[in-house]
């Protein structure tokens, strides 16, 4: 027997209509059918999701933990990118 | 209500419980984690059907019993399941492929009874429809990509739709029972689901490179109470807990 691996898949689950969806694991699949199949089998017993989105894990491209400082830090000091210094008129009730 | 009616009922009762009790054997002994899951929803979604079935058939009999005793406390000759479901379950690859000519025909069956007077039945057949749909789905998957596949799943399952084909004619044959159920509406004539049943299945089988037997005359009779040597084993495994400790609950 082929001893080859099935290929990993991230999950998405989307759990109402007008959400987004969000990721929730991942599983092992041959093809996209038996990928969603298989999230609906794992992912959504419990009445979770009424969507499902999977993505072959090796499609995806992370950036690298160690070019954290580079990447991040630099948005740390730069409060006024927050859209917290406006004063907000009395009618707009919830922003 | 007539025994007949109650009979009949049991034989739709019967047949999840005990695919659902065949199928539970797979916890924890699937190929993958994924399988696993998958088989074991199957097994609750059937043992669930089996509940709401046997249920009804408490309350219409009106003996003072109730699911679990129906279940548990019958003996084999009071089971009506057919034979199919209550073969051992063999590889993964006859495992499905009995999960597929079984889902094929209770898709049929569940349509049928959808409409029928009895309106509990009625419910049960359409909640019991939807979780089908998807167990053939996933079945037919299977059969389809293990017929297909190498040469090794081709045999495995080419030997399966050998061995399983000729207990599927019990699924189709009629008999006073049935004939009682359907004079009076409530029954729906396994005959007539022979047709739309082959149309699911045939198209299946030829895209898994599969050949279908031919007919034989064996008729295996599960469904009048008469089963194989290996329902009392199974049996003996469902029972024991409340034959050990009557009443007990969790």
Redesign the interface.
Known sequence: MDKQEWPLWEVFIRSRNGLDHKHCGSLHAPDPRMALQNARDIYTRRLEGVSIWVIRADQIHASDPDAKPEMFDPAEDKIYRHPTFYKLPDEVDHM | MTSAHLDYLLRLADNPLILGQRLSEWCGHGP????D??LA?TALDLIGQARLLLTHVATLESKGRNEDQLAFLRSEREFRNWTLVELPNGDFGRTVMRNFLFSACQLHLWQALQGGPDAQLAAIAAKSLKETR?HL??AA?WVV?LGDG?G?SHARMQAALDELWPYTAELFSADPVEQAAVATGLGVASASLRAPWEATVRPLLEEATLAIPAPTPFLSRGKLGVHSEHMGHLLAEMQIMQRSHPGAQW
């Open positions: 993958v984690l994924e399988e899951l998958a929803n998807y789905r996933h998957d990509r190498t090794e």
